[in-house]
C-alpha cells in the first residue's frame, strides 16, 4: 500500500542536489555568513540548474514538479547551507499563492519570467505589530477607481531588498477581518516603494531582510489574486505547500549537523578512545537520528497528501513543528558532541544553531503550529 | 555529424571492495556504483562538440554491463545526450570483449561514427585498453590521454599528456577514437529539466548473443584482498652516538625482512 522508495527521477535529481549542496554552497557558506552577502552566483547557479521556482507548473516554463520532489531538492539544499536555501525557498513563498490562485494571464505574465532568467520574489506578509496575529494585519488597499493603492508597513521580509516581485498580502477594510484579506502582485520597480536596511540576524546571515515600506503604491486592478477579499484563504492553502518546504528544508540541515557531529564522535579521542564509543554521546547521536528520521516520514507524508490533492493542513503543521524542533535541538546536541571546537567559528555546527532558530519562528511559530494541530485534534473523531 | 561516446558504471572511489568468498568476483550488493569519472570528460567534450551544430550532430551514449547501467545512460542523458545503448552483459569481460562489444553496437545502430570519445581508463580495473582496441577493431586511428582537443570539421588537434608534464600535439584525422583525461573540461551538472527529459530518451538494450560477441579470452581467475600492510616500525635515536646504531638497525632489516637489498 505505502512506499517510501523514491522514483529513479527522484533519485538522480537527489544525486545531483546534494552535489551542488556539497560543491557549490557547503565551501561559500561561512563566508556569505560571515559578510552577511546576499549569495547571487551561487543563487544564479542553483537556478541554472532548475532548482529555483519548484511550484511553477509546465505550461508557464516551470517543470510541475510534484510537491514531494520539491521538498526533496529543498532538503539537499538546506543539506548544503540553511542560509542560501532560505533565500532560495522565498521565492516559492512568494509565487506559490501566484501558481495556485493565479489566473492564467497572471499566471503567464509573472510565472514565466521566473523561468527565462535568474528573478528574485518577495512575499509580504508580517508587520511590525502583526506576526503570528496574522489576521490582523493593517496594510490598506484602498478602491481608486481603475486602480488600488497600496499603504503600509511590512517587516522581517525575506529577499526585500534583491527583489524583483512582491506579493503582498493587505486588507481592504480592517473591520471586515479575515474576509478583508486580499493579495496583489506589486512589481519592485513601483513608485512609493522603501526599503529598511538590511536587519543583522543571528542567522541566515546571507539573507536579505528587511522592512518594506508601500506608501499609496498604485496597484493594477489586473494584479489581485483570485479576487477582493479572498487573501486569507489563498494563504491558507499556500501554507499547505510552504510548511512542507520549510520542514524539509529543517531536515536537511538537521541531518548536516548530525553527520557533522558522527564524523567528529568517530574521530576525536578523549580517555584513549574515540568519543563515539561513549554511549552517553551514542543516546545523543541515536536521539538525533531517530528525530530527523521522524521529521522526514511526517514531511513526506504532509507533501504526498498535497500531490494526492487532499492536503492535510494538520500534517502540514506537524511536520513543520516536528522538524524546526528537531533541528534546533539536533544542532544544539551537535555543538555539544564537538565540545569546546563546536562554539568556535572554525567548525560549521555553530551556524547550523544559529541558523536553525528561525526555523521554530517563521512561516508560522511552533507555537502556532500547535494551535493549529490541536485544532484539529479537538475536532477529529475518534481512531 | 555522430558521436558516440563509450560509458563505465564503476563502484564508488569511496567503496570498500570486498572478495566474494569463492574469489569469483567482488561482492556487488553493497556497491555504490558511480559513472566512471574519466567517462565524465568523455560525455562532456561530446556535449561541447554537439553546441557547434547542435541541430545537426547527435550524441550516443554505449554501456557494456549489468543492466543496472542503465542509470549511468540516463545520467548522461541528463546531461544531454541523445540515445543511449545498453549491451547487456556481466562485468566480468576482457577488454577485447568490451571492445568487440561496442564495436558491434556501434554497427548495428546503423549510425557511421565520425568520432568515438571514452574516459581514458576505467578506475575499477585501470586496464587502458578498450579505446586501442576499439580503435583497431574500427580501423580508426586512436590518441589517448587527451586533455585538450579542437575540433575541426573532418580532423581533431589532441593534445595529449605524457611524463613530466610534457605535451604531444596530434592532428588526426575523423573518425577516430580518443580517449579522455582530467583536465580536458569541466563536465556539466544533469540539470532538472534534463532529468526530467532523460526518460523520454530512447534506450535501446541489447545482449552479446545477438552481436556475435565471443566468449571472453581472458578470464580473472581470483580476487583477493593485498597482505595487510604490517605497523611502521620507528628507530629512535635520542642521541648523536646512538644514530649509527640506528642506521645499522634499519639496513639490517631492509637486507632480512623487508629484502629489498
Known amino acids: 500500500m505505502i512506499s517510501f522508495e523514491y522514483s529513479q527521477d527522484q533519485m538522480a535529481i537527489r544525486e545531483v542536489a546534494l552535489k551542488f549542496a556539497r560543491k557549490e554552497m557547503r565551501p561559500w557558506t561561512a563566508h556569505y555568513d560571515e559578510a552577511q552577502e546576499f549569495p547571487r552566483p551561487i543563487l544564479q547557479k542553483a537556478w541554472e540548474q532548475g532548482f529555483l521556482n519548484t511550484c511553477i507548473p509546465e505550461e508557464f516554463g516551470g517543470q510541475s514538479l510534484e510537491t514531494v520532489t520539491a521538498t526533496l531538492i529543498s532538503e539537499c539544499l538546506a543539506y548544503g547551507c540553511l542560509g542560501m536555501n532560505t533565500a532560495i525557498m522565498a521565492n516559492d513563498l512568494a509565487l506559490l499563492p501566484i501558481a495556485l490562485g493565479g489566473s492564467t494571464e497572471q499566471k503567464e505574465k509573472f510565472l514565466r519570467p521566473f523561468t527565462e532568467s535568474y528573478k528574485i520574489a518577495s512575499f509580504c506578509l508580517t508587520e511590525p505589530d502583526h506576526g503570528s496575529n496574522a489576521a490582523g494585519i493593517e496594510t490598506t488597499l484602498e478602491e481608486k477607481g481603475d486602480f488600488l493603492e497600496l499603504t503600509g508597513n511590512k517587516m522581517w521580509i525575506t529577499n526585500a531588498g534583491v527583489a524583483d516581485l512582491f506579493v503582498v498580502y493587505a486588507t481592504i477594510n480592517k473591520d471586515l477581518g479575515r474576509k478583508g484579506i486580499t493579495a496583489v502582485v506589486v512589481e519592485a520597480d513601483s513608485s512609493g516603494i522603501s526599503l529598511g536596511a538590511k536587519e543583522k540576524k543571528m542567522g541566515h546571515r546571507c539573507s536579505d531582510t528587511r522592512t518594506v515600506t508601500f506608501s499609496k503604491v498604485k496597484v493594477s486592478k489586473a494584479n489581485i489574486l483570485r479576487g477582493i477579499g479572498q487573501g486569507w484563504n489563498l494563504a491558507m492553502e499556500t501554507l499547505n505547500h510552504s510548511r512542507c518546504l520549510v520542514a524539509s528544508s529543517a531536515v536537511g540541515g538537521a541531518q548536516a549537523a548530525l553527520d557533522h557531529a558522527k564524523n567528529y564522535a568517530g574521530q576525536r579521542l578523549q580517555f584513549g578512545r574515540p568519543i563515539g564509543e561513549f554511549q552517553m554521546i551514542q543516546a545523543m547521536l541515536a536521539n538525533m537520528a531517530m528525530k530527523i528520521e521522524a521529521s522526514r516520514l511526517l514531511v513526506q507524508k504532509a507533501a504526498w497528501l498535497v500531490d494526492q490533492k487532499t492536503p492535510d493542513p494538520k500534517i502540514c503543521s506537524m511536520a513543520k513543528a516536528f522538524a524546526s524542533d528537531t533541528c534546533m535541538e539536533v544542532a544544539t546536541d551537535a555543538v555539544q558532541i564537538f565540545g569546546g571546537l563546536g562554539y568556535g567559528q572554525e567548525y560549521p555546527v555553530e551556524k547550523i544553531m544559529r541558523d536553525a532558530k528561525l526555523l521554530q519562528i517563521y512561516e508560522g511559530t511552533s507555537q502556532i503550529q500547535r494551535l493549529v494541530i490541536a485544532k484539529e485534534v479537538l475536532k477529529q473523531s475518534d481512531f | ?261
Do not use: H
Open chain 2, 1 to 261: 555529424m555522430e558521436i558516440f561516446v563509450c560509458v563505465k558504471q564503476v563502484p564508488d572511489t569511496e567503496t570498500k571492495i570486498i572478495p566474494k568468498s569463492d574469489g569469483s568476483f567482488i561482492e556487488e550488493s553493497q556497491i555504490k556504483w558511480i559513472v566512471n569519472p574519466y567517462d565524465e570528460f568523455a560525455i562532456e567534450q561530446a556535449l561541447l562538440i554537439k553546441a557547434l551544430k547542435p541541430d545537426t550532430t547527435t550524441v550516443t551514449v554505449i554501456r557494456v554491463g549489468q543492466t543496472r547501467d542503465s542509470e549511468a545512460l540516463r545520467n548522461a542523458m541528463a546531461m544531454g545526450a541523445d540515445e543511449a545503448i545498453l549491451v547487456e552483459a556481466n562485468d566480468n569481460l576482457d577488454s577485447l570483449s568490451v571492445a568487440q562489444a561496442l564495436k558491434a553496437a556501434i554497427e548495428k545502430s546503423g549510425k557511421k561514427p565520425d568520432l568515438i570519445l571514452t574516459g581514458k581508463q576505467a578506475i575499477d580495473d585501470d586496464c587502458l585498453q578498450v579505446p586501442q582496441i576499439l580503435a583497431e577493431l574500427l580501423n580508426m586511428p586512436s590518441v589517448s590521454v587527451a586533455v585538450a582537443m579542437e575540433f575541426q570539421e573532418s580532423q581533431i588537434t589532441v593534445k595529449r599528456e605524457i611524463e613530466g608534464g610534457a605535451l604531444e600535439i596530434y592532428n588526426c584525422p575523423l573518425p577516430a577514437v580518443i580517449s579522455c583525461n582530467k583536465g580536458l573540461n569541466t563536465p556539466r551538472y544533469t540539470s532538472l529539466p534534463g532529468i526530467l527529459k532523460a526518460k523520454k530518451r530512447p534506450l535501446t538494450t541489447l545482449n552479446l548473443a545477438e552481436l556475435g560477441v565471443e566468449a571472453p579470452k581472458i578470464l580473472y581467475s581470483n580476487f583477493k584482498l593485498p597482505p595487510e600492510k604490517p605497523a611502521g616500525k620507528k628507530f629512535m635515536a635520542l642521541e648523536d652516538k646512538d644514530i649509527t646504531g640506528a642506521v645499522q638497525q634499519v639496513v639490517q632489516l631492509l637486507r632480512t625482512e623487508a629484502k629489498v637489498i
